[in-house]
Structures are given as structure tokens and as C-alpha cells.
């Protein structure tokens, strides 16, 4: 199988089976195109659980709802590595999806810094600018499911907010 970009197989993990039918249609390796869909059909519980954060980003900004799949799970993606482990406790008790997200880290590579974020956001057709418009509703949205201030201000750290 060749190998797909990490953002790729993040959108893909982060999207219902319909979005990525589409989506797979267009793939002309048949290896491939058999692999990723059984990673999203093995992965589906992740997108029903996305659903809210990415209901409100899709709503809040200019983004569809894949597009925000894949920006919220690239930004969570690099949370899951820096974070400490009481802050990625809370944040899994937060988003519970977001828990799986050391399982597909061999599956889709690791997300170690802002610059592979950024590269996450083009691949979806994003502009790497919307990182700052993503974060405060990320922030937000964890902000009003109780967060503890030490968990917003590790993000906001991590995410340059």
C-alpha cells in the first residue's frame, strides 16, 4: 500500500463511512482503497462521538464538517503527544474519542508539532491560518464542558492561542 499522508488518514478516521465512500471512489489502488476503508469502518465509533466539536466549528467558521474533523484531529492529535498525562486524562474525559487517538497513531504517524498540524489543515484544503480560528472554539467548547483552567492554558500553550 502506499502510504497516504498523515492528514489524510486523519480526515479519514475522523469521517463517516458515507463522507469517505466519496472520498475512496476517487482512489485508484484498489490496495489502498480497501485498506483505508477498513480503517474507517474499524475507527466509525471515533465520528459518532466527533460529532459535537465538529458540528460547532463547522457551524462557527467557514469549514465543513470534514474539514473540521480534520483540523480538530490534528490539533488533538499533538495534544495527545505533549500534553502531560493529567492534562490528557482530562482532556479524554473531556472528548472521549479523543482516547482512541494512541491507538491510530501507528496508522497514521504522529502529529509531534504545529508545523505537521499546519500540513494536516492543507491537506484538507485549508489554509494554515485557520489554526487560529480553530483554537478558540476548541478552547471554548472545552472551556464550557468544565475544563480546569491548568488543561486551557497547556492547549493554549501548545496551540499558540
Known amino acids: 500500500m502506499k502510504k497516504a499522508s498523515t492528514a489524510t488518514l486523519i480526515l479519514l478516521l475522523f469521517t463517516t463511512g458515507a463522507y469517505a465512500g466519496s472520498w475512496l471512489d476517487s482512489i485508484s489502488d484498489k490496495d489502498t482503497q480497501e485498506s483505508i476503508s ?7 465509533e471515533i465520528a459518532d462521538h466527533s460529532i ?10 467557514p469549514v ?4 473540521a474533523l ?11 503527544q505533549q500534553l502531560s498525562s ?17 491507538d491510530m497513531q501507528g496508522i ?3 502529529i509531534e508539532n504545529m508545523q505537521a498540524v499546519n500540513k494536516a489543515f ?12 480553530f483554537v478558540p472554539v476548541i478552547l471554548d ?17 501548545l496551540w499558540k492561542a
Open 38 to 44: 477498513k480503517l474507517v469502518t474499524e475507527h466509525s
Open 52 to 61: 459535537p466539536l465538529s458540528g460547532i466549528l463547522a457551524d462557527k467558521l
Open 64 to 67: 465543513t464538517t470534514e474539514q
Open 70 to 80: 480534520g483540523g480538530s484531529g490534528a490539533l488533538l492529535g499533538l495534544a495527545q
Open 86 to 102: 493529567a492534562d490528557l486524562s482530562e482532556l479524554e474525559s473531556l472528548i472521549p474519542w479523543s482516547s482512541n487517538l494512541p
Open 108 to 110: 497514521v504517524g504522529n
Open 122 to 133: 492543507e491537506s484538507v484544503g485549508l489554509d494554515s491560518s485557520m489554526v487560529n480560528q
Open 141 to 157: 467548547y472545552l472551556k464550557e464542558s468544565g475544563a480546569s483552567e491548568g488543561l486551557l492554558g497547556s492547549l493554549s500553550s
